[in-house]
């Protein structure tokens, strides 16, 4: 068992981060790998699928980001710590990130944590996963909770050109 | 779309599989070992339905040193809402909560 030098319970149902401070969240997307790349450094595609944020960056190795819809709200900032896009001669791609979530004080208590894009080609396909992990003992469920929606959006994007429209995912878009 | 839909339908239409799904939500990145304990069964039959929700994109493993952790993936289930739930719930709690904002306003 794995909780048992702990004595606090650590579960999404508690809005408590999972044991091992890592959430997984993966998606299989029919797209190239550079489409899927582009969509997550594109401000513009973004933004679509992003509850309308914004996400700023030149993605060199050890560049900063930030994440904002201007004017309105900070959501993220934070480093890139590794920057692979996919290439013709390799498919995978790896963007690893350090992940400061702004969006309200509760949430910037909560410390830096790091997100990790991976990108695997499948046939005619793509795997992508997110991975945010070093999460903090009691992470608000808040930090990491969005994900489903963001690469359900990202999902719906590619693969139709069209956007997400259920309650929540254009929550910054009406501007 | 609807090939990986039925294989999380299927996925979720036995309960020790719905009970795994849940001790991960309470309790995420369990080993097999671990898991075992959350269900009255054989290691060999908690293996084949984490095989079943492995195949339906519900549970994800991730290697941590030379343990195996699963991990309880969310976004399948999110692509469900998006793609059924919302077009039948929506309309109805939008206007419950018409509803709501009409009787607080008089």
């Known amino acids: 068992m794995t909780t048992q030098n702990t004595t606090q319970t650590v579960s999404f149902a508690d809005g408590t981060a999972p044991v091992g401070d890592t959430a997984v969240f993966e998606i299989f997307i029919k797209a190239t790998a550079e489409r899927v790349w582009a969509a997550i450094t594109d401000p513009e595609q973004r933004a679509k699928y992003s509850f309308g944020v914004q996400t700023h960056s030149d993605w060199t190795p050890g560049s900063s980001y930030t994440a904002s819809v201007p004017g309105v709200v900070d959501i993220a900032s934070g480093e890139n710590v590794v920057v692979e896009p ?4 390799n498919q995978r791609g790896l963007l690893v990130q350090t992940f400061n979530a702004l969006w309200s004080d509760e949430i910037r208590a909560q410390g830096t944590t790091r997100v990790t894009w991976e990108i695997e080609p499948v046939g005619d396909s793509c795997r992508l996963t997110v991975v945010h992990d070093q999460l903090p003992p009691t992470a608000n469920a808040e930090l990491y909770g969005g994900w489903p929606m963001i690469l359900s959006g990202l999902k719906t994007l590619l693969e139709t050109g069209e956007l997400l429209t259920t309650p929540g995912s254009l929550m910054y878009q009406g501007g | 779309m609807e090939a990986a839909a039925d294989l999380v339908f299927k996925a979720l ?3 020790t599989r719905r009970d795994l799904l849940d001790a991960l939500y309470a309790h995420d990145g369990q080993t097999l070992t671990a898991l075992e304990e959350r269900v009255p069964m054989t290691r060999f039959g908690v293996m ?19 343990e195996k952790l699963h991990f309880l993936n969310p976004v399948p289930i999110r692509l469900i809402h998006d793609r059924w739930v919302s077009k039948y719930a929506e309309p109805w ?8 904002a009409d009787l607080e306003e008089s």
């Open chain 1, 86 to 89: 996919p290439t013709a001669d």
């Open chain 2, 48 to 66: 084949k339905h984490l095989k079943v929700l492995e195949e339906a994109g519900l549970v994800v493993t991730r290697k941590r040193g030379r």
């Open chain 2, 13 to 15: 239409a036995d309960h």
């Open chain 2, 93 to 100: 709690a939008a206007s419950l909560s018409a509803l709501k």
